[in-house]
């Protein structure tokens, strides 16, 4: 039986809630969201997240579409955002 190596890389949206709270200065993972895709609602710490990339990527458990990227270059931390949420996704700290 094939081992499918991104399941194996795959953790949930608590691995990324020191990235967050570092990037936006709050801790996001309890922030309630809805996919645009699925429509799948819930909070950022029941995303998918794999972070062993150049940055990490945060992908909806329903359909697996991406709602959150992140990468730290030299220039800064860059990052997309795909989710919807209530209140509107905070800006980065500066």
Known sequence: MAIDMNWELML????????????????????????????????????RAFTHAPGVVLRCPA????????????RGVRYDVRLVTKDGFPQASR
Do not use: Y
């Open 63 to 74: 359909c697996d579409a991406v709602l959150l990227r992140i990468a730290k270059t030299t």
């Open 12 to 47: 949930d949206g608590n691995a990324v809630g020191g990235l967050l709270i570092e990037i936006f200065g709050q801790d996001l993972t309890a922030l309630w969201s809805t996919c645009p895709d699925c429509g799948r609602q819930g909070e950022l710490a029941t995303l």
